[in-house]
């Protein structure tokens, strides 16, 4: 049989890297990084800033333009330095992007602020300004309902540092204070509202970003997301995983005959079809082109087989015929661009044997297989045995 060459377009964008050794296995994945979440390079910025800030208040301090005592200098610059050492060495690890370091360090930027107010022994200082500044800064990354507890947190914290400074004997303008609050809390109303727009908006570019605009499926990049997740975890777990190739037979006829729209119309029918058929928990993607793909896991070869056949029948049934490639894991391939390849040659395979039929990657060299009555197309499905 001649070889099909692959077009090297299948490869997935991102990077997949797979170790297995015995029943030890790891996955490395390299994605780009989800709206909402802070990059690689943002978070060095921010880094750069909060070890800036602190550079200043030291020497600032030193020099009698910030009045804070020695002790007070000493104790609150450590807190800082230990808790901006900590965020630099999870940057530094790769962990600068975990949820718990990106929510922890919010909060806790309010407290190093606090903790500046309060070694400095008065609240009127313009450093209560850092507030706003991280208000607005965190709007652009959170919820809304995440920002309304940030910003009582903001404001609870201004409210202690007044506290504190009056418990330790300095006189503290309970009306300036008052005034303050305000303004953190309309900063921080506005904040709120600018929050609920911004996730609005990332939610509807989240979407945009991981569908098909002409099917309403998942798309290339939700499929290469979700496929190394369900590999991940087949190889945690020592589960068994199928994933298949759908082609669209004699679809270029279908344009040429019927027109483009035609064809859309279609596609939109098949990608219909295939996700009703498909089982809870399988992820169905527009491949490229007329082709589709589907990601079963915990599918054993005689439940992908049975499977791929519904998928056959679900496309006939709103008139179009399909061909489909079926590769497994582990027994085929053990990474991501390997069973796309299998699931490729299998796919060829089909066409090969007349189209409208399903092809395994380990058929027929697996023992329980054997072909089926002729389909419409006059060619053998590998079937179970009965």
Not at 95 to 100: K, S, T
Not at 130 to 141: C, D, E, R
Not at 277 to 299: K, T
Request: proline letters at 4%.
């Amino acid at each position: 049989m001649p070889q099909r060459r692959l077009n090297s377009a299948r490869r997935p964008a991102d990077t997949y890297e797979m170790l297995a050794s015995g029943t030890m296995a790891r996955v490395i994945v390299t994605q780009r990084s989800q709206a909402g979440i802070k990059d690689a390079k943002l978070g060095a910025a921010l880094i750069g800033v909060r070890w800036a800030l602190l550079a200043a208040y030291v020497p600032l301090a030193l020099i009698g333009a910030l009045a804070v005592g020695h002790v007070a200098l000493a104790v609150s610059a450590s807190m800082l330095a230990a808790y901006f050492g900590v965020l630099t060495v999870a940057e530094v690890s790769g962990h600068g992007n975990d949820p718990i370091v990106t929510k922890v360090s919010r909060y806790a930027d309010v407290v190093g602020t606090t903790t500046v107010l309060v070694a400095m022994h008065t609240v009127t200082t313009p450093i209560w300004a850092v507030y706003f500044l991280t208000l607005v800064g965190i709007a652009h990354f959170v919820s809304k309902r995440e920002m309304a507890l940030y910003v009582v947190w903001a404001a609870a914290n201004f409210f202690f540092a007044a506290v504190t400074s009056e418990l330790m004997g300095y006189a503290v303008p309970w009306g300036y204070v008052g005034v303050i609050e305000l303004i953190i809390a309309g900063m921080g109303a506005n904040a709120t509202v600018l929050a609920g727009g911004e996730q609005r908006l990332r939610d509807v570019l989240s979407i945009a970003a991981r569908t098909d605009s002409l099917t309403g499926i998942a798309n290339r990049r939700s499929l290469e997301t979700a496929f190394a997740g369900s590999l991940q975890e087949a190889l945690a777990r020592r589960q068994p995983l199928a994933f298949m190739l759908i082609d669209v037979d004699h679809f270029k006829e279908i344009n040429d005959r019927d027109g483009h729209p035609a064809g859309d119309d279609k596609l939109r029918d098949v990608a219909a079809a295939l996700s009703a058929a498909a089982r809870a928990g399988d992820v169905v993607a527009r491949f490229g082109g007329d082709e589709f793909s589907v990601v079963a896991p915990h599918a054993a070869l005689p439940d992908a087989l049975r499977l791929a056949e519904r998928l056959r029948g679900a496309a006939a049934t709103c008139g179009a015929s399909v061909s489909i490639g079926l590769a497994m894991f582990p027994e085929d391939a053990r990474t991501q661009a390997a069973l796309v390849d299998a699931a490729d040659r299998a796919l060829y395979a089909a066409k090969e044997a007349g189209r409208n039929c399903v092809r395994a990657a380990a058929w027929p060299r697996r023992s329980g297989i054997r072909p089926s009555p002729h389909d419409r197309a006059g060619t053998p499905n590998p079937v179970l045995p009965s």
